[in-house]
């Protein structure tokens, strides 16, 4: 293993994903462990040269006192306790500091001096060790990924073809509400360059036909989410000595979804949705990372800046922004805004600077007039939002110019469409989506 390591064990401190990162920004790896970890689960992490014990709030958690065990104290390697009530500790503070500076101040005589770490973070390391990491797991047996084309997945993939080649099958499942080019580029990028093994499963006329004529949110969520799961398994279900079953979680899935000191913000996908019956072991390469270093992770392994970058994109994709109940004809006219929209965007350099951005298409008409008579079509609003957390979220104030570029373009090459709108509403009270 090329990388050293500290261990942040999780006594419910709201700061330790801020102190896990501040240990990386010291050039050190970290990962944060639940506070029961096993002695024998932390002999068998590599190359773990310290732990910080991390007190916190949720210090007392459903009314029971929760602490780190004499055995993790005794294990022989040098700990950082900090607000945290440990007499058995080597090295102790009485909490954090506030600034970035005074907290590296505090983490650098304990990485460097105390543990003898080494600073040898970096995503070439990185991706060294998770090659070899899944290697020692998976051996010669064989692991089946769900490919979305979206970043974590995608990141996964790409990894897991350098470390285990053919005996990675991806499924790319399109359920026909994916943006323009998005699978085409999934094949060609996973299937021709990067020579897995791909399977397409162009589903799109299942999905459209399930989700006919339902016009309620949620209704068109749940059909999306569970035709989703319905598809991969039948795909599944077709290939034969899969052990394993390879997940692009990331550390704020883990988060969010609530670990045993945090409270659960929403239930994320990635995590616990299962199929009951399958049994297959999990293959996790990314379950430590951030999402920036999965975009740093992603460049490393080769994957385009397109995919790498990539504005976040709701699992039921263009089906919650063709409003109401989906048509042939406005998802068309979702896709074809979308992609002009994105191609304005990217030639005014705002790709980077937004956050997401996207059309929507309701399911009303409205009069215009066309080539001197009248036409009787659909509009498409037009959204632009910044935000940090997605929680609230503010409006990109956009430029004239660019509007009126993009609106142009829409009326003129999107079939069925006579009129564009700017959505100026911020979350609250609006959500980012549409539905
Ligand atoms: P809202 O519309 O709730 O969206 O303000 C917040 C963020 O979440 C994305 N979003 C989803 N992402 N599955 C996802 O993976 C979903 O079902 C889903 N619904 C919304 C949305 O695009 C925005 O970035």
């Known amino acids: 293993m090329k990388q050293d390591m500290i261990v942040i064990l999780d006594l419910g401190s709201e700061r330790n994903t801020e102190i896990a990162r501040a240990v990386r920004a010291l050039g050190v790896y970290s990962e944060i462990h639940p506070h029961d970890i096993t002695a024998e689960k932390l002999a068998s992490l590599p190359n773990v040269k310290g732990l910080i014990v991390n007190g916190g709030p949720n210090h007392i958690v459903d009314g029971k006192e929760i602490f780190v065990s004499d055995e993790i104290y005794g294990a022989g390697i040098p700990v950082l306790a900090v607000a945290h009530d440990a007499a058995k500790t080597g090295e102790k503070i009485a909490q954090w500091p506030d600034k970035e500076e005074d907290i590296c101040a505090v983490l650098k005589p304990f990485l460097f001096d105390t543990c003898k770490a080494e600073a040898n973070w970096n995503m070439k390391n990185f991706v060294a060790d ?233 399911d009303f008409k409205s009069v215009g007039v066309r080539d001197n008579a009248r036409s009787f079509e659909y509009p498409v609003i037009l959204r632009a939002v910044n935000t940090i957390d997605a929680m609230t979220a503010s409006i990109e104030p956009l430029d004239w110019q660019v509007l009126n570029r993009i609106t142009n373009r829409i009326i003129h090459e999107v079939k069925g469409v006579n009129r564009v709108c700017y959505d100026l509403t911020p979350k609250p009270t609006g959500t980012i989506e549409w539905e």
């Open 130 to 362: 998770q090659i070899e990491l899944v290697k020692q797991q998976v051996g010669e047996k064989k692991v089946l990924l769900a490919l979305s084309g979206g970043v974590d997945s995608s990141v996964v993939a790409a990894l897991l073809i350098k470390a285990i080649g053919k005996n990675l099958t991806c499924v790319h499942v399109n359920h026909g509400l994916l943006r323009k080019g998005e699978p085409e580029q999934v094949v060609e990028v996973f299937r021709n360059q990067m020579n897995a093994n791909l399977i397409y499963v162009d589903a799109s006329d299942r999905f459209l036909g399930k989700l006919k004529d339902v016009s309620d949110p949620e209704q068109k969520r749940k059909i999306i989410g569970a035709e989703f799961i319905r598809v991969f398994e039948e795909e599944a279900r077709k290939l034969e000595g899969i052990e394993f079953l390879a997940q692009g979680t990331i550390y704020p899935d883990i988060v969010e979804s609530g670990t045993k000191t945090a409270k659960m913000v929403k239930s994320h996908h990635n995590v616990g949705g299962l199929p009951e019956d399958m049994q297959f072991k999990l293959v996790e390469p990314l379950y430590y990372l951030f999402k920036d270093e999965v975009r740093a992770c992603g460049l490393e392994l080769g994957l385009p800046d397109s995919m790498v970058y990539r504005q976040p994109f709701p699992g039921p994709g263009l089906g919650v922004r063709c409003l109401g109940a989906i048509t042939r004809d406005r998802l068309e006219a979702v896709r074809e805004s979308d992609a002009i929209l994105r191609e304005e965007f990217a030639a005014a350099g705002l790709d980077k600077k937004v956050w997401q951005y996207f059309t929507v298409v309701p």
